[in-house]
């Protein structure tokens, strides 16, 4: 639901005209879907001061400055596998400013750094790029027997150590797979079992060949 925070000027008179035009609150509340407290703080200000804008400096002060912010900033992009509650108590070592993990939480959020599982995979360097691309381009026009010669094969290795994935990073929306936040395949450190497989176009066009002899 809305609250008294969110509610702009414009929707605050509108609220006020129903209100003198005689209509509820509760019928107010309904309409624009607000709790009643909202609808009767809002009117018993206009009885009050005859004006529905909030005064300036409402709410609770902020325990850190804007330089403080930019800090948290700053090590929680450098750091992105930090909790909130180590970069509150690194916060407070280099300014002597104590804030809760969820003051820094709300700072983080504040900068476009959220808290999202990293991706899974082995970062690809800007020659992996290159060299990949080339090799697409090359093959672009290969004809369907050409194909039928070459055989793709992969190996993994997997180990029976559970990977929970409860570990979170700060990141910006959209740059899931920058560099900086993905975190590189479990290097399997113990016993494990690898599987090699391969795959070819000869197989498919061995099936097309049987479906047309029947």
């Known amino acids: 639901m809305s609250n ?3 509610l702009d000027d414009g929707m605050r008179w509108r609220i006020v005209g129903r209100l003198e035009s005689g ?8 309409e624009f879907n607000l709790t009643p407290s909202v609808v009767c703080n809002i009117w018993k200000q206009f009885q009050d001061t005859g004006s529905i804008e909030r005064k300036p400096g409402q709410g ?4 850190n400055t804007t330089t403080e912010d930019r800090y948290l900033s700053i090590i929680g992009r450098r750091n992105r596998g930090a909790k909130a509650s180590q970069l509150s108590r690194d ?3 280099a300014t002597g400013t104590r804030v809760s993990r969820v003051t820094v939480s709300k700072r983080l959020h504040e900068a476009g750094l959220f808290a999202r599982r990293p991706a899974v995979c082995v970062p690809l360097t800007s020659t992996n790029r290159r ?3 080339a090799w697409c381009r090359e ?3 290969w004809s369907m027997d050409q194909w039928a010669t070459v055989l793709f094969t992969d ?5 029976p150590n559970t990977d929970s994935r409860r570990t979170f990073i700060w ?7 920058l560099a900086s936040n993905v975190r590189e395949i479990d290097h399997y450190s113990g016993g494990g079992l690898m599987v090699w497989a391969g795959i070819m176009l000869v197989a498919e066009l061995l099936s097309m060949s049987l479906k047309e002899a029947l």
């Not at 609770?60 to 325990?63: D, G, L």
């Not at 190996?155 to 180990?159: D, G, H, M, N, Q």
């Not at 990141?171 to 899931?176: L, Q």
């Open 155 to 159: 190996e993994s290795r997997f180990s």
């Open 4 to 6: 008294h925070q969110c």
């Open 171 to 177: 990141r910006e929306p959209g740059t899931r797979y």
């Open 60 to 63: 609770r002060p902020r325990a």
């Open 139 to 141: 093959h672009r026009d």
């Open 91 to 93: 916060l407070y070592a």
């Open 131 to 133: 060299v990949r691309l």
């Open 23 to 30: 209509q509820s609150q509760v019928q107010i509340c309904r």
